[in-house]
């Protein structure tokens, strides 16, 4: 069974998750529960746990700030963040922070579930990579893979490239040659094909407006916005929602 510490101040919203992680069915089990931040650092500087799945907003130590704490004290722990729609925004931040997934409020089983499967896929991975001790060059595909999966799980694709590159502690003018090389297609280009099918789902199943859209995905010129999407998908963003089923 792989260990889980939830760090959240609500009680019922802790409950509401240790019941939601128990529905998957998956081997996991939460070994204990914490109010915030402090009390994390505190709990992990003398026990272990395999994930930490986190609240963003909390008093005395947030969910970010609990992040770069983990990160600062080295420990070897994937941390997941639990945030409301009106904390979307800090949810950026912690994926830029590293965090390894975050899960919308309410959580529902099958969101838990794929965050959870992600997680376990990944271990297999790093733990057959090890045993194979793999070549340089192999390790070099696995990181653009890696990378790739990461921007492919954001609801919102936000990551520039030399965060991208931290990620996998490469240098980024060395990743930019790695990934082109391993996709045919640039960084840059591969982000904005991201968006722009973020944007077309957003388009048919939402009724925000473009601009909203546009802030979304991280465009503040709606104009520009606009212009890249007739680019990629030929038609403008107003044209798509009209011919949308």
């Not at 005395?60 to 600062?72: F, K, S, T």
Request: hydrophobic residues 40%.
């Amino acid at each position: 069974m792989h260990s889980i510490l939830i760090v959240e101040d609500e009680r019922w919203v802790r409950t509401a998750l240790r019941k939601t992680i128990e529905k998957t069915g998956l081997p996991f089990k939460v070994v204990h529960e914490l109010t915030n931040g402090v009390e994390a650092v505190d709990w992990l500087s003398h026990n272990e746990a395999d994930m930490v799945l986190t609240d963003i907003r909390m008093p005395v130590m947030d969910g970010l700030a609990l992040i770069e704490e983990i990160q600062r004290r080295k420990h070897m722990i994937q941390v997941v963040i639990v945030s409301g729609h009106d904390d979307f925004s800090y949810a950026q931040q912690a994926i830029r922070l590293g965090a390894f997934d975050y899960l919308l409020k309410p959580v529902e089983t099958e969101s838990m579930a794929a965050c959870l499967h992600k997680w376990l896929e990944e271990q297999e991975r790093e733990k057959v990579g090890k045993q194979e001790n793999l070549p340089l060059d192999l390790k070099e595909i696995s990181s653009i893979e890696r990378v790739i999966r990461h921007i492919d799980s954001l609801s919102v694709p936000d990551l520039t490239m030399t965060e991208a590159a931290a990620m996998v502690h490469l240098n980024p003018s060395y990743f930019c040659k790695l990934f082109k090389q391993q996709t045919n297609i640039n960084f840059t280009d591969y982000m904005t094909s991201v968006r722009m099918k973020e944007a077309t789902r957003l388009l048919e199943k939402t009724s925000l407006r473009i601009s909203e859209i546009a802030e979304r995905l991280g465009y503040a010129d709606l104009a520009y916005f606009s212009n890249t999407f007739k680019k990629s998908v030929k038609v403008t963003p107003s044209e798509y929602r009209k011919l949308k089923p």
